[in-house]
């Protein structure tokens, strides 16, 4: 199973970006799936995670600028990201908890992209 992420970049505050994320390979069902960051000299943080049945969980930092949406049918998932701040700089990954059998869960975790607010 791979997932592979896509959308960041350099963007001024204020603005948007949409990151993506595409889960491949051997896949029974993809369960929760979720977006977590990493700033330079900081620890990775979840900064939101979404059931399968579309619960949503987002860290109090991004809670009402950013909103995460799957497509069970596509296995992909993404987060939208408005009215970004220069502390949302960071690599931001997604993740995946991926059921390759009926018995066997495994977490994956995609390549991280890099997201940059600039002041």
């Known amino acids: 199973v791979q997932l592979q992420a896509s959308g960041g970049g350099s963007v001024q505050a204020g603005g948007s970006l949409r990151l993506s994320c595409t889960a491949s390979g051997d896949i029974f069902r993809i369960n929760d799936m979720g977006w977590y960051r990493q700033a330079p000299g900081k620890q990775r943080e979840l900064v939101a995670k979404?059931?399968?049945?579309?619960?949503?969980n987002y860290v109090d930092s991004v809670r009402g600028r950013f909103t995460i949406s799957r497509d069970n049918g596509k296995n992909m998932q993404y987060l939208q990201m408005n009215s970004l701040k220069p502390e949302d700089t960071a690599v931001y990954y997604c993740?995946?908890?991926?059921?390759?059998?009926?018995?066997?869960?495994?977490?994956?975790w995609g390549q991280g992209t890099l997201v940059t607010v600039s002041s």
């Open positions: 993740a995946a908890d991926v059921q390759v059998s009926p018995n066997y869960e495994y977490h994956y």
């Open positions: 979404i059931t399968r049945g579309g619960s949503t």
